[in-house]
Structure formats: C-alpha cells, structure tokens
C-alpha cells in the first residue's frame, strides 16, 4: 500500500516488520494509541503470546485474527480484533476495538492466588471473632 494512502485508513491500520517494529500508520491510530515505534509497547503482557504467534506466521498469504488486548492513548487496554495479512515480508495489521466480548475472561494466576489468601484471612478471622464472642457469652451468664 502506498505510504501516503496507508495514512488515510479510516481504521487503526500498522505496516511492521516480522520484529514487530511500526514502520508506518493511518493517521486516526494516534487517536487510539500512543505514539510507539513498536507494536509489542502496547500489547498487553498476557496476550503476547497470541501476538507473537500472529507474526511469526508471516509466511501465510491468508490473513490471521486475533483478539488483543492493546494498550490505548488514555494509559487503559481496551479489547481490539486484530487482523495481520503478509506481503513481501510487511505486516498488514488492522485492529479494530471491540465494546465487549462474548467469553468470559480468566483471572491471572495473581489474581487467583491474593483471593485464596484473602478467603484464608477471613476465615481465620470468623473463627477468633466466634471464639470472642463464646467467650463474651460465657462471661455474661
């Protein structure tokens, strides 16, 4: 795609290379992300692997989609359908946000852990309180 065409894409639209560097952009990507030299800046971390796999497939004519978690201008990630087709070793990667999504995510292992460890606290503390209160029982009677 022409340099100066590629700019006036009415979408999010990104030229890279197999490394993952922007080598050109439409212009309305500055209004959904920051300026960044490459794309791995704004994926978030628990989707790399997802992005990693979209461009080592660059071999593929057939373009390849994704959902991604990008990281947008206001610092927050919002969810994007990404879609990548290679020619003569550029990417041609388009994302556009999507409002909800249909499945249901999983929470980080980090996540998971802090609210095992949070159920373990209150449940140590029912049982002091239930202790106190037998014994405040106890004392009144």
Known sequence: MDRNVCKWAP??????NQEGTILNSSNITHSYFYTTSNIWNIVYKEDLTKAIL???RNASSTPITERLRLQTRNKLFGNFRCTIQWKDSIGHLVCTEVKSIKVQTVPSLSVLKSLVNTQKRLEKTEKQLNKVAQIISIKKH
């Open 11 to 16: 979408v999010p639209y990104f030229q890279i």
């Open 54 to 56: 979209m461009l080592s």
